[in-house]
């Protein structure tokens, strides 16, 4: 039976992770709204960032009072929204 074939994450390497993650340390320092673009989802995730857990690698944002924790491997852009 062969298994169904899932796109792998593309790799980064370590400069691009760090730019990453001193984004999200700015924005979360600064308390500003962000839009991150999230491998394997359609939409982008549009909001502050609460905590961000390095216990489990995952960004905490609050998305118009939802909570949604993002894994921090699969942010592939940090944006500041334009409007």
């Given at each position: 039976?062969?298994?169904?074939?899932?796109?792998?994450?593309p790799?980064?390497?370590?400069?691009?992770?760090?730019?990453?993650?001193?984004?999200?340390?700015?924005?979360?320092?600064e308390?500003?709204?962000?839009?991150?673009?999230?491998?394997?989802?359609?939409?982008?995730?549009?909001?502050?960032?609460?905590?961000?857990?390095?216990?489990?690698?995952?960004?905490?944002?609050?998305?118009?009072?939802?909570?949604?924790?993002?894994?921090?491997?699969?942010i592939?852009?940090?944006?500041?929204?334009?409007?």
């Amino acid at each position: 039976m062969a298994k169904a074939k899932v796109t792998k994450r593309p790799t980064r390497d370590e400069f691009v992770l760090e730019e990453i993650g001193n984004q999200l340390s700015e924005a979360k320092m600064e308390n500003s709204e962000i839009v991150l673009t999230v491998w394997g989802r359609e939409e982008t995730v549009r909001g502050t960032i609460t905590t961000m857990d390095s216990r489990t690698g995952r960004v905490h944002m609050d998305c118009k009072g939802e909570l949604d924790k993002v894994p921090f491997m699969d942010i592939m852009k940090v944006e500041y929204p334009r409007d």
